[in-house]
């Protein structure tokens, strides 16, 4: 991947070099208002493991809020192993609620993909996701695993898994398997001594290359774990849940223009995108 080019929609060069790319992040950071030197610590971070921990980045109380909201309309066991028996998950969900947006667009974890993808990436998928006590482990994979590219590869995606009650050894907490975006076509085991769990209080995410192995652990504890995740492509790749069917126009312009543009109210210049012969987002006006 080094000295790969990408095309901005202002028609400059996106340089991956080392050199460009922390050029590339601290632009980023100044245009999101965060601090330029935690994004480069987060980004060698993630280009070294594959993911990072951001402890704590939105208040508990947040958390607690957004659960209340989102509990209700967590109703339906999940359909199979990877959804989870034990686990209840929402798709579709700015379409029922906008208590997660926050997490979605927050800036630090712009500024990350800023730097990571190309200008005008899309939400992939964003779910809530409440695994309950007795659940299983889920199989391990990795989320751009459905691209039907060989690895090893740059990364289309990335995600965030933002814990809304704590996460811990017991509970549920992400097994992740450090390094392993760099890996070829190979698979972890599912007892791998390398699944670490990405333990964290409400209101942390764990941020992670679409290329890293991972999966939801099981549940041994007596309480749920409830998470929200947001997943992020590179806006030349099918996103995973159908947007311009799933969400209302109507729900779009409750959203700021940051998710609007995820959702596909934007333009990967110059012609994928559009809708007769213009710019998507006339569509909101
Ligand atoms: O809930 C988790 O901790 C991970 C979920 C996940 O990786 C997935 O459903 O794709």
């Known amino acids: 991947m080094a000295n790969r080019l990408y095309t901005n929609d202002d028609g400059s060069l996106k340089n991956e070099t080392a050199a460009g790319q922390s050029a590339y992040a601290a632009a ?18 993630i280009q070294r493991n594959g993911y990072v921990i951001i402890p704590e980045l939105l208040p508990r109380q947040t958390m607690t809020e957004l ?34 947006n926050p ?68 509970n549920g907490a992400t097994l992740v398997v450090p390094g ?43 309480q749920p774990r409830m998470a929200a995740t947001a997943q992020y492509c590179e806006p030349w790749a099918r996103q995973q849940e159908n947007y311009s069917l799933a969400i209302s126009r109507e729900r779009a312009r409750l959203c700021s223009p940051e998710i609007q543009s995820m959702l596909g109210y934007s333009l990967l210049f110059p012609f994928i995108g559009f809708v007769d012969g213009r710019h998507p987002k006339r569509l909101l006006e």
């Open 28 to 45: 980023a950071a100044h245009r999101r208002g965060v601090d330029a030197q935690l994004v480069e610590r987060l980004l060698s971070e």
């Open 67 to 100: 659960k209340a909201e989102v509990l209700p309309l967590l109703t339906h066991d999940g359909r199979n192993e990877f959804e989870g028996l034990k686990t209840r998950r929402i798709y579709s969900v700015i379409e029922k609620t906008l208590a997660c």
């Open 103 to 170: 997490l979605v667009d927050h800036p630090l974890i712009l500024a990350l993909l800023d730097t990571l993808l190309m200008n005008n990436y899309l939400l992939s998928q964003l779910q809530a996701i409440n695994i309950y006590p007795g659940e299983i482990s889920q199989p391990l994979h990795h989320d751009d695993g459905f691209y039907p590219l060989s690895r090893p590869r740059a990364p289309i995606s990335a995600a965030t898994i933002w814990a809304i009650d704590d996460f811990t050894a017991d």
């Open 180 to 222: 392993s975006h760099k890996w070829g076509d190979g698979q972890p085991d599912a007892d791998s001594a390398e699944l670490t769990p990405a333990v964290m209080p409400a209101g942390s995410v764990v941020f992670l290359l679409g290329t890293l192995w991972h999966g939801a652990g099981p549940n041994d504890s007596g």
